[in-house]
């Protein structure tokens, strides 16, 4: 399941319900107090049970109704909901309109000890007569019903809720589907609530605001999320374990029982047999120790964020094996005591995390390094209006200044280029063939280096955003330059060619578009086929190089299924995937020989040499 929305009124400083949206990566932004720390906060709340406080109300709201709702898209395709008979929370009606989950939990803060008072769904749910309250009836309350309506109970199991609410449904035709909210606390709702919550991705969350102690949070949480998420992993067979001890133990302590029944009748009517286990996570721990013998914990504080950043590496690469389980990480700046070098490899662990589907991160930053590396759709700007949290998306085309104005985004001085890239992929390609490159000839800049020295800027322009970034550019006074795909064969016109012109006609400014589909297509074959024994000979410029990949790759699986039998949304992630490999892999095991083959005219290494023009002159 994926978190695409949360919904925050009377929590803290945000009394009028206010929305924010989700991506796979989201960046949060806003100056000291704006809001930002406390959406992390009420999600930890929602997936983790974290204590709420009554000075968690809001000072001007209800104390009695602190409400924190979440909204799911990717909802499992089975679910067992009661009598282990499954369904789908779609057929049960428990989604809104445009088919995700919204469940929202009530919380009343004006109690000593705040607890929750209510959680439900927000559905379009049946409000026929006799329709609209299946979800809270009894096996026999159901039975009643289903005769009472006169529904057709031939070849129903009427010991199955799930089927008698189906029946009973059937029966009546025009359900009268209307916005509702679906009580999930009640005794047969908070067993719909129980079983939702097993498919719920795991919440992980970072505070920058940590203690240095053996037991600091900043170390060891990454650990614990790792524990919990392989325990999630085998929880199945760990549960069935569980339950062959039980039934071994309940066995002896019964026939115990028994026999102190033969000596002493009194004393075993008062005895009842009760086996109890702890939770599986608590019976394992990770600690992380230098060969001295000293903690990592006891390091300086740059170090233990270290931790931090090579756990990410460490699950990027789970992700990458399409092992990793549904899960959000919330890292509250994560730049805090890291070298810049070390935020940007941050920033790529991130990214590579949430590219493979099964992971979401959330970030707040009050760095430009992180702000500017991502697609402007990613960043959420949070900020005071009338001393009330107001969203603003990077997706709104006011909202660009007002982040530059919150972070200065733009305001670094040793920059010497600026280099705009349609996305995240083509910095990787760039970066790692221009290292390649820069090996065997000086006059091709390192341009890993460069960004490493503060000297080049990478700006991931996207397709909705390159006239707004480049306006935001202008007057900077350092040298720009954009590199795009071309996209359409010729005799079209290029995608962005309207844009080029923009571009070329201001000083300063140079623009580039590949002569090919795209910068995959200018690797060699041979890279390739490092990783792809039977891909093809050959590469045309206007192939589609990630799904030649995706196909190939897919094809060499003896057990997966005929390419052609696959869906287009199964087979736009496999290319998903495949353009990750290219930009990544493929690009590695390029040299100058196969890049003079696959691009004989020269393109990319002129571009490159170009900007290391640039990069040599002074600011």
């Known amino acids: 399941m994926k978190l695409t929305e949360l919904k925050l009124q009377n929590f803290r400083s945000y009394r009028n319900e206010t929305l924010v949206i989700f991506d796979n990566l989201t960046v949060l932004i806003g100056r000291n107090d704006s809001g930002k720390s406390t959406i992390l906060d009420a999600l930890n709340i929602f997936f983790n049970d974290a204590s709420i406080e009554q000075d968690d109300a809001s000072a001007q709201?209800?104390?009695?109704?602190?409400?924190?709702?979440?909204?799911?898209?990717?909802?499992?395709?089975s679910i067992v909901l009661d009598d282990q008979h499954p369904t789908t929370l779609q057929a049960e009606h428990l989604v809104r309109q445009d088919g995700r989950l919204d469940v929202c939990r009530v919380f009343n803060c004006s109690l000593a000890k705040p607890k929750q008072t209510r959680i439900f769904a927000r559905a379009l749910h049946p409000t026929a007569a006799g329709c609209g309250d299946l979800m809270g009836l009894k096996i026999n309350d159901l039975k009643a019903r289903a005769v009472q309506q006169g529904a057709e109970l031939g070849g129903i199991n009427q010991t199955v809720k799930t089927e008698l609410r189906e029946a009973i449904w059937n029966h009546a035709g025009n359900l009268a589907l209307a916005a509702t909210e679906i009580d999930l606390g009640a005794e047969t709702g908070k067993a719909v609530w129980d079983q939702i919550q097993t498919h719920l991705p795991v919440f992980a969350v970072f505070k920058s605001d940590?203690?240095?102690?053996?037991?600091?949070?900043?170390?060891?949480n990454p650990m614990k999320a790792a524990i919990k998420e392989a325990v999630r992993e085998h929880e199945a067979q760990l549960n069935g374990l569980i339950a062959q001890v039980k039934t071994e133990l309940e066995?002896?302590?019964?026939?115990?029982?028994?026999?102190?029944?033969?000596?002493s009748p009194d004393l075993a009517s008062t005895l009842s047999p009760q086996v109890k286990n702890k939770n599986w996570e608590s019976l394992f721990s990770v600690s992380l120790t230098g060969a001295d013998g000293i903690s990592i914990n006891k390091r300086g504080s740059g170090t233990r964020r270290l931790v931090l950043l090579n756990f990410f590496r460490a699950r990027a690469e789970d992700a990458a094996s399409d092992k990793g389980t549904g899960t959000i990480y919330a890292i509250e700046e994560p730049e805090t005591s890291q070298h810049p070098n070390h935020q940007l490899m941050l920033l790529d662990a991130f990214q590579e995390l949430t590219s493979h589907g099964t992971c979401q991160v959330i970030l707040t930053t009050h760095t430009p390094t992180l702000a500017r590396r991502v697609d402007r759709n990613l960043l959420r700007l949070v900020s005071q209006v009338d001393r009330h949290p107001v969203i603003q998306y990077g997706s709104d085309d006011g909202t660009l200044a007002a982040i530059?104005?919150?972070?200065?985004?733009?305001?670094?001085?040793?920059?010497?280029?600026?280099?705009?890239?349609?996305?995240?992929?083509?910095?990787?390609?760039?970066?790692?063939l221009s290292k390649i490159l820069h090996?065997?000839?000086?006059?091709v800049p390192d341009l890993t280096a460069a960004e490493a020295s503060g000297a080049l800027v990478f700006i991931p322009l996207g397709g909705g955003s390159m006239d707004l970034w480049s306006a935001r550019l202008a007057g900077i006074d350092r040298p720009e330059y954009y590199i795009t795909d071309r996209d359409n064969p010729p005799p079209e016109p290029a995608k962005y060619q309207a844009q080029h012109a923009i571009w070329n006609a201001r000083p300063n400014c140079t623009a580039y578009c590949t002569s090919k589909r795209e910068l995959e297509n200018y690797l060699h074959p041979d890279a390739i086929r490092v990783i792809a024994p039977t891909f093809a000979a050959a590469i045309q410029d206007f192939d589609d190089v990630p799904m030649m990949l995706a196909e190939t790759l897919h094809t060499a699986d003896p057990a997966a299924p005929n390419w052609l039998t696959v869906t287009p949304e199964k087979r736009k992630e496999k290319a998903s995937r495949a353009k990750r490999r290219l930009n990544q892999a493929c690009v590695d095991n390029m040299t100058t020989a196969l890049l003079n083959q696959s691009d004989a005219v020269g393109e990319i290494i002129g571009w490159l040499r170009n900007l290391g023009i640039a990069l040599a002159q002074q600011p």
Do not use: Y
């Not at 709201?61 to 395709?77: N, Q, Y």
């Not at 028994?258 to 000596?263: F, H, R, Y």
């Open 61 to 77: 709201g209800d104390a009695t109704d602190v409400r924190i709702s979440c909204v799911f898209s990717e909802l499992p395709d």
């Open 210 to 220: 940590r203690t240095s102690t053996d037991q600091d949070e900043e170390a060891q």
């Open 251 to 263: 066995r002896v302590a019964l026939k115990t029982v028994e026999k102190i029944q033969e000596m």
């Open 404 to 432: 530059k104005s919150t972070l200065g985004v733009l305001a670094d001085h040793d920059v010497r280029v600026f280099l705009g890239v349609e996305g995240k992929w083509d910095i990787e390609f760039l970066k790692r």
């Open 439 to 443: 090996a065997n000839d000086e006059t």
